[in-house]
């Protein structure tokens, strides 16, 4: 993993509020606004393997410095489309996805992190393979939980909110985006 923009108080994030009532959509409904779409790409890197065996969540880790793109300055989850570059013989395939941008503040992590995670199973792990995601809208903060349970419940929370944000013709139209489908195929 790469480690980038250390930092020494990794508990910035406030806590998660108990009683707070969750938006059942996220970003405007004429679509995207400025800094979104942010197109992003890169090498599937190992993380901390909490994801898939912690919170049953599997999450594709981007290069850490990705992390300084513009327009990814907070902190939190973001919401928008994934493609995996297809192995020889396969089709790409568009999924929507949830992205959590920061430090994750209940685990302590020292680095910031992208940790992507496509609303996709596809049967596989896919380490040091081509991710291309286009990030088209910011859903809440990062937040410090009180237990696991309780990110477990908001992170559910966060994948219905992109699947229902992403049905709308203004954000649905950026599945068929090129940059999605552009992999150079080698093989």
Partial sequence: M?????????????????????????????????????????????????????????????????????????????FGWACLEPRPGETSLVKEMVMSVGYNPMYGNKFRTIEVHVIHDYGRDFYDENLKIIILGFIRPEYNYSSKEDLIKDIEIDKAVSLKSLERPPYKSFSKDEFLSSFQING
């Fill in 2 to 78: 790469t480690e980038v923009n250390a930092i020494s108080n990794v508990n910035l994030a406030e806590s998660a509020p108990a009683d707070r009532v969750r938006p059942t959509l996220a970003g405007d409904s004429d679509g995207p606004t400025p800094p979104f779409p942010i197109r992003l790409e890169g090498k599937v890197e190992h993380g901390f393997a909490r994801g898939s065996k912690e919170l049953g969540c599997p999450t594709a880790n981007l290069p850490g410095s990705l992390t300084s793109q513009e327009g990814l300055e907070r902190n939190g989850i973001y």
